[in-house]
């Protein structure tokens, strides 16, 4: 096999970044990392928004869903009941300021998924390689 038929690693690479009336997202190898505007509601629908765009890059390969929380904005705990039900979608990582914030407890009873709060997006990328 030729060397440049070998298919490289690359978890931190973006491959692509999609914007939504309510958000940005990144994609990379193994992750989809959404940031949502401030201010927004994020509900089922939306979140089937999101779920929708990943799946059709990912296909059957399995991946993680990383909040980028940089803003403000409510999440519906009920989104959790429906992504659980994915099964390419291994977890959700959450990168918020306070990690250790009673919404991200209250998230993960919604969960069937792991879900992991962190502090950079580094630190929850690599988590990902690690869970999947």
Not at 31 to 39: K, M, R, W
Not at 94 to 115: A, C, G, Q, R, W
Request: include cysteine; glycine fraction near 2%.
């Amino acid at each position: 096999m030729a060397f440049w038929n070998i298919k490289i690693h690359q978890p931190y690479r973006m491959y692509k970044k999609i914007e939504l009336p309510f958000c940005s997202l990144e994609i990379y190898e193994s992750s989809i990392v959404g940031t949502i505007n401030e201010g927004v509601n994020l509900c089922v629908d939306k979140s089937a928004q999101i779920i929708e765009l990943a799946i059709n890059h990912f296909q059957s390969k399995p991946f993680v869903y990383i909040a980028n929380r940089k803003h403000s904005y409510s999440v519906d705990p009920i989104i959790y009941k429906y992504n659980s039900e994915i099964k390419t979608l291994s977890g959700f990582a959450i990168v918020t300021n306070n990690v250790h914030t009673n919404t991200v407890d209250i998230e993960k009873i919604f969960s069937n998924k792991p879900l992991e709060a962190f502090s950079s997006l580094k630190e929850a990328m690599d988590w990902t390689e690690h869970i999947l």
